[in-house]
């Protein structure tokens, strides 16, 4: 893959599962492997790694004890575990011990492993900001408080509500309008909506455009960790409170006093954690593992969730005086599938990004691509938008991006027009075969033409029909190919 890629290390003894981690990670990493310890420390020597997450049971040493060797040489690579040995206590000593920064439990999935080796870039890249930002103070001779305050103005300018890209009569805008509104108020916030519609960067707005805007701003993904460790990371813990608590932990919510935190995928809590989190909102203190004594806190909660909390209510999966804790105001994120008259104005934004990251450069996209992509439905949301349209760039050889570089089945899409007249179709009980199959060839035809850039000898090929046959079906069907006019990011960039 390119080195343009993030370069991430993975280590198991376990042939298969190296396998299948490089396969679905090859698209959005640069995969590096090893199926020993010997292997992964000359990989290391030699390469730029940025992550690396190591299997705990391997023949050599564990993967705690290797992470702790690799936090000695190389301090800014960022350490994950993975096991299929759930053992809470283990695990928190590999946090601690080892400095893990997360654990992937087996079997995993693959959007989990792929959201958290993502959000461990951000963290190495994070770090490396910051050491950039010591170096500039120590040469510059600006003061640290003049420093922060440049940097703070910059990440509200950055999540102003008025960067939020859409069309002017989306569904979005009244959303945003609203919730601005609530801003400055000091009212806990409860955001719901599918994986990628943007939970937190709304929850990021909120916070940077509110009075505790000049203190912390924390993030928890609360589905990710198990009731121990959740417990450990938002509250705090005692040196001694539990194996492998080595040493005294300040929790998020302290971390966060005076400012905000995000409690992202709440739905996903226990119970009993539950009852411990509505504790903590009514009385305004959290007290640490293996600690007598509460300590106040002062923060404002912004809670997540891809669930439908009322419904989870309703079936007493989830606490009904915490969701109404949470839930002082809602909010609920449309799905793309909803805003489709926003991808122009979102694909243009993502690709000005994707450039500026990959260092490629193209005039824009043509028109018949962002027909294609106003077409698919995106059940991934914007993060699937994102992941298509970096991959058109990076196959891309010429000066814009065209439909043919769309993957297959973001080209296949049925637009709703053709969705609608297949359904109704389908609803009539007499005959009608012949429209039927009338409608899915008009439509398999054109997806073959587009791409194959409309050359009709390979269509036809592909088809298995002649020149004149194809010709025929296209006069019947009233196809033709869409003027190749590029649109400038200019257009639709917001």
Avoid at 56 to 65: A, I, L, N, S
Wanted: proline share 4%; charged share 30%.
């Amino acid at each position: 893959m390119s080195g343009l890629l993030p370069s991430i290390l993975v280590i198991d003894d376990e042939l298969r599962s190296i396998e299948t981690l490089e396969r679905i990670l090859d698209e959005y990493f640069d995969v590096h492997t090893a199926n020993n310890i010997a292997e992964a420390n000359s990989i290391l020597e030699r390469e730029w790694i940025q992550v690396v997450l190591c299997d705990q049971r391997m023949p050599d040493k564990t993967g705690v004890e290797f992470c702790a060797e690799i936090r000695e040489r190389w301090p800014e690579v960022i350490r994950m575990i993975m096991s299929g040995y759930a053992d809470s206590e283990d695990i928190i000593a590999a946090i601690n011990e080892g400095g893990i920064y997360q654990y992937i439990s087996k079997p995993w999935h693959p959007e989990e492993v792929i959201l958290k080796l993502k959000n461990a870039i951000e963290i190495f890249e994070l770090h490396r900001k910051n050491e950039r930002l010591a170096i500039e103070l120590k040469l510059q001779p600006k003061t640290l408080k003049e420093a922060i305050e440049v940097q703070r103005e910059a990440l509200q300018a950055h999540f102003s509500w008025d960067t939020i890209v859409s069309s002017p009569n989306s569904c979005i805008n009244k959303i945003c309008s609203t919730v601005k509104q609530i801003s400055p108020y000091d009212v806990n916030v409860l955001i719901m909506g599918e994986s990628g519609t943007g939970k937190e960067l709304c929850a990021r707005a909120l916070h940077y455009n509110s009075l505790r805007r000049e203190e912390p701003f924390v993030a928890e993904n609360c589905g990710a960790l198990p009731d121990e460790l959740l417990e450990s990371e938002l509250f705090g813990h005692k040196r001694g409170a539990f194996t492998g608590a080595i040493e005294d932990r300040i929790g998020l919510f302290e971390s966060a006093h005076g400012g905000t935190i995000f409690l992202d995928e709440i739905g996903e809590t226990s119970p009993a954690f539950q009852l411990k989190l509505l504790r903590v909102l009514q009385e305004k203190e959290v007290r640490p593992l293996g600690v007598n004594k509460k300590r106040p806190i002062d923060v404002r909660i912004i809670a997540a969730t891809n669930r439908n909390l009322e419904e989870d209510v309703r079936e007493g999966r989830f606490r009904e005086d915490l969701y109404y804790r949470l839930a002082t105001f809602s909010v609920q994120l449309p799905p793309l599938r909803d805003r489709l008259e926003d991808i122009p104005y979102l694909a243009s934004d993502i690709l000005i990004k994707t450039q500026a990251e990959l260092g490629k450069k193209v005039d824009g996209f043509t028109a018949e691509a962002l027909e294609c992509l106003q077409k698919y439905q995106w059940p991934g949301n914007v993060r699937e938008l994102e992941n298509e349209i970096k991959r058109m760039l990076v196959l891309t050889q010429s000066s814009s991006l065209g439909a043919e570089l769309m993957s297959a089945h973001v080209l296949r899409a049925i637009p709703d027009e053709m969705r609608h007249d297949m359904k109704l179709v389908a609803s009539q009980s007499q005959g009608n075969l012949k429209d039927r199959i009338e409608l899915l060839e008009a439509h398999v035809i054109k997806e073959t033409l587009v791409r194959h850039r409309w050359n009709k000898t390979r269509a036809a090929d592909e088809l298995g029909l002649s020149r004149v046959g194809l010709r025929s079906k296209l006069d019947r069907y009233g196809l033709e190919p869409v003027e190749q006019d590029i649109v400038p990011l200019s257009k639709t960039a917001p």
